[in-house]
C-alpha cells in the first residue's frame, strides 16, 4: 500500500514551459487536494476535486488546470510556467469530502521555475 | 477572513523539557481542527482531528486540546525525534454548510528538540 505518490520528485523549468504533476493513491480515497507550499506562506489549496469528475478552484488557482484522470489520478498542468510558481507541490487524498475527514499527503514534488 | 495562526514560530527545548504549541483560529463555527507533523522534505503527516471544544486526544508524548478559540498542542518529556515542524490547519467557513474537505493552514511551528 503505496498511500499518496508523485512524480516527479524535482523538476527545473523555464520561464514559459509547460509540465504535468502526476499524483496517485491506491486507498479508493474519494477525494484529492493540489496544495502549494511557500516559506512564509504555509500550505494554499491550488484545487481539489470532491469526486471523481468534478473538480474545482482553491485559493490560488491562477496558472493551473487539474485533470481528474480517474478515481485514482489526479494531475497538475502548469500551461506556461513563471518564476512566482517556484514551490514545493503536495498531493493529498481524503475518503470523503467532508469537514472531519482527515487528508494524506504525498512526498511533494519540488519545482523551480527560471 | 478566516485565518489560523500558530504560535511560536519556532521553539528550541531540551530533551524532556515540555512545552506547548498555540493554534488560534477565526473561523466562524468550527468544523474539526487538525493537527499534522511535517518533517524536512516530507509531506504532512496527520495527527489528530478534533472536533469539539473540550476534546482532547493523545499520541505517544502528544496532548492535543481544543477550546473555542484555540487549541493547543501539549509535548511531554519530549525527544529528538519529535523534531519537526508542527501544523494546525481546519476547514474554512462555507455558505453551503460544507468545505467539501478544503483547508486553511496555519504557517506551523518549527520545534527542535536538543539531546
Known amino acids: 500500500n503505496a498511500g499518496v505518490t508523485q512524480t516527479p520528485k524535482f523538476q527545473v523549468l523555464k520561464t514559459g514551459q509547460s509540465m504535468t504533476l502526476q499524483c496517485a493513491q491506491d486507498m479508493n480515497h474519494n477525494s484529492m487536494y493540489w496544495y502549494r507550499q511557500d516559506p512564509g506562506m504555509g500550505l494554499r489549496l491550488i484545487y481539489y476535486?470532491?469526486?471523481?469528475?468534478?473538480?474545482d478552484k482553491g485559493e490560488v488557482p491562477n496558472g493551473y488546470n487539474v485533470s481528474r484522470l480517474n478515481k485514482r489520478e489526479f494531475s497538475l498542468r502548469l500551461e506556461s510556467a513563471a518564476p512566482s510558481q517556484t514551490s514545493v507541490y503536495f498531493c493529498a487524498s481524503s475518503p470523503l469530502a467532508g469537514d472531519y475527514n482527515e487528508q494524506f499527503f504525498g512526498p511533494g514534488t519540488r519545482l523551480t521555475v527560471l | 477572513e478566516d485565518q489560523v495562526t500558530q504560535s511560536p514560530e519556532a521553539l528550541r527545548l531540551q530533551e524532556g523539557e515540555s512545552s506547548s504549541l498555540n493554534c488560534s483560529y477565526t473561523v466562524s463555527g468550527l468544523r474539526g481542527l487538525f493537527w499534522y507533523r511535517q518533517d524536512p522534505g516530507k509531506g504532512p503527516e496527520f495527527l489528530f482531528t478534533?472536533?469539539?471544544a473540550g476534546e482532547e486526544k493523545e499520541k505517544e508524548r502528544l496532548k492535543a486540546t481544543l477550546t473555542k478559540k484555540e487549541s493547543f498542542l501539549h509535548i511531554t518529556a519530549p525527544k529528538p525525534e519529535d523534531s519537526a515542524t508542527y501544523l494546525c490547519a481546519s476547514p474554512p467557513r462555507s455558505a453551503g454548510g460544507t468545505s467539501y474537505g478544503k483547508l486553511t493552514f496555519g504557517q506551523g511551528t518549527i520545534l527542535t528538540v536538543h539531546p
Open positions: 476535486s470532491a469526486s471523481e469528475g468534478t473538480t
Open positions: 478534533l472536533y469539539s
